[in-house]
């Protein structure tokens, strides 16, 4: 709360909209789910204002990550897919796949385990590419979950065990053991 009262009085700067990012963070790792939200909310705002376009999508990024939190699915995807139109108009990469594995994952919970999977495929694609081998492990675990969702249990199983494999590549992850 000292932290945003500092933060409120702070000019509307490149460095000051990364501090409200950071704060933002902050709540989110803490469970204080509604002063993210408004924090969210006010960095977005400040972004619009000074026309930074990838703050902008970052901050729908976050604004949708609160609602997905909430269970509020519906509003989560769509600031999901208003922060990924941003983000493929500025060709951001690592930030449209980011929204759309996010997005893959309000499809799989919605039990639209078709179109998951095909988003899921497509992030699978980029990552192979850029050698993401993290992103590769979430997607292959997300593979495997839609798979056993339609239990197709042989299937869901090769995807796992790839999961796993791929585990090998991760072993600097801090969460090595338990992502094994």
């Known amino acids: 709360k000292e932290a ?36 969210s909310k006010v960095v977005y705002n400040m972004s619009v204002k000074s026309h930074d376009t990838v703050n902008i999508a970052r901050g729908l990024n ?18 999901y897919s208003k922060s990924e139109k941003i983000y493929e108009k500025i060709k951001d990469v690592d930030g449209a796949t980011t929204v759309k594995f996010a997005k893959a994952r309000i499809l799989f919970f919605e ?18 590419q850029k050698k993401n081998y993290r992103l590769m492990y979430e997607c292959y675990l997300t593979l495997g979950n ?18 796993f ?13 338990l992502l094994r």
């Open 111 to 128: 039990k639209d385990f078709a179109g998951s999977e095909t988003v899921v495929v497509d992030i699978l694609k980029t990552a192979i």
């Open 62 to 79: 976050y604004i949708g990550d609160y609602f997905y939190e909430k269970f509020i699915t519906d509003s989560a995807y769509y600031y």
């Open 4 to 39: 945003h009262e500092i933060l409120v009085n702070y000019p509307n700067s490149q460095k000051g909209r990364d501090y409200f990012f950071k704060l933002a963070g902050r709540y989110y790792n803490i469970e204080k789910y509604e002063d993210y939200h408004e924090t």
């Open 165 to 177: 494999k791929i585990t090998d590549y991760l072993k600097d992850e801090p969460q090595y053991k």
């Open 146 to 163: 839609i798979l056993e969702g339609v239990s197709n249990f042989s299937e869901s199983t090769k995807y796992y065990n790839k999961a």
